[in-house]
């Protein structure tokens, strides 16, 4: 069993930045694939950004450009450094690990970009 612990939310202007934490109760080399992902009110979960083990990145369309993944491997921890933030960022934000094909999520993190 893998542990996922996210903070790192909160509320925000339209224009601001915020960095949100993952950390993982296991070595993040164990880890295939780290990933951000979000729900809006009335929607559907979607990704957000992934990072394989291996570096490779991918970002959905509506946040290329603004968002970047990453990591810290002597922290164990994933994090998402989110910039130029749009009221339509606003969602729960929700990490997942997927180690030896199984999904592991956290407990999600309000995102609130009002002015």
């Known amino acids: 069993q893998v542990q996922v612990v996210e903070s790192g939310g909160g509320l925000v202007q339209p224009g601001g930045s915020l960095r949100l934490s993952c950390a993982a109760s296991v070595s993040i080399f164990s880890i295939y694939a780290m990933g951000w992902y979000r729900q809006a009110p009335g929607k559907q979960r979607e990704l957000v950004a992934t990072?394989?083990?291996?570096?490779?990145?991918h970002y959905s369309d509506s946040v290329k450009g603004r968002f970047t993944i990453s990591r810290d491997n002597a922290e164990n921890t994933v994090y998402l450094q989110m910039n130029s933030l749009k009221p339509e960022d606003t969602a729960v934000y929700f990490c997942?690990?997927?180690?030896?094909?199984?999904?592991?999520w956290g407990q999600g993190t309000q995102v609130t970009v009002s002015s």
């Open positions: 990072l394989t083990r291996a570096g490779y990145t």
């Open positions: 997942n690990f997927r180690v030896d094909l199984m999904d592991f």
